[in-house]
């Protein structure tokens, strides 16, 4: 019997979860919201018979008008002991496309936040939001007019969020990294 109490006790408080979710994003909430905050953490990667350490902080601020900017630092440890720090921060803003975001790179010469030209060599970068897991995608055109993808897909755990990120050239990866990154701060 008690078993079956706890059944019904737990169908309950998915369903009222459930409601409260669902409301919750009926009132405005964003898709972004879940992943706002700061994120630190560390990864160990074999590549090319070499042992890769990094470093990741991580910050997802919301904007106005449901944008949100995604700031990073990746400290790579090198074999000598030095550390090379690489920090980059990408603006988002909503598309018409739901969980879809464009990139706010640069203004244009009315004032606009607009993408990088993929043409001039800068990539053009997007974001999805889908569930649990926050992707940006970086298209780049290279020299040669083929193309290289950077994809980051950081998916939400209960205490902070996984990192997988890939670097992939005309469809052969040329980079894998996975790293577990915790939530600090508020």
């Known amino acids: 019997m008690r078993h079956i109490s ?9 369903l009222v979860l459930g409601v409260a979710a669902g409301s919750t994003a009926r009132a405005g909430v964003s898709d972004i919201e879940p992943f706002v ?4 953490g560390h990864s160990i990667t074999n590549m090319e018979d070499q042992v890769s350490e990094r470093d990741f902080d991580v910050t997802v601020a919301a904007q106005d ?3 949100f900017e995604v700031s990073w630092t990746t400290f790579f440890h ?11 921060t990408i603006a988002f803003r909503k598309t018409e496309r739901s ?7 640069k203004s ?3 004032g606009n936040q607009v993408p990088f030209d993929p043409m001039k060599g800068d ?9 649990a897991t926050l992707s940006i995608f970086g298209l780049l055109v290279t020299d040669d007019g083929g193309y290289e993808i950077q994809a980051y897909h950081r998916t939400l755990t209960d205490t902070g969020m996984d990192l997988e990120f890939t670097r992939t050239r005309a469809d052969n990866i040329i980079r894998r990294i996975s790293g577990t990154l915790q939530r600090v701060g508020d």
């Open 123 to 131: 990539p053009y970068v997007w974001a999805r939001v889908n569930g």
């Open 78 to 88: 090198r074999p000598d002991g030095s550390v090379k720090k690489k920090a980059s």
């Open 65 to 67: 008008k449901g944008g």
């Open 99 to 105: 969980g879809v975001y464009a990139s706010a790179q």
């Open 37 to 40: 905050g700061r994120y630190i």
């Open 108 to 110: 244009d010469m009315f």
């Open 6 to 14: 706890a059944i019904i006790h737990g169908a309950i408080v998915v």
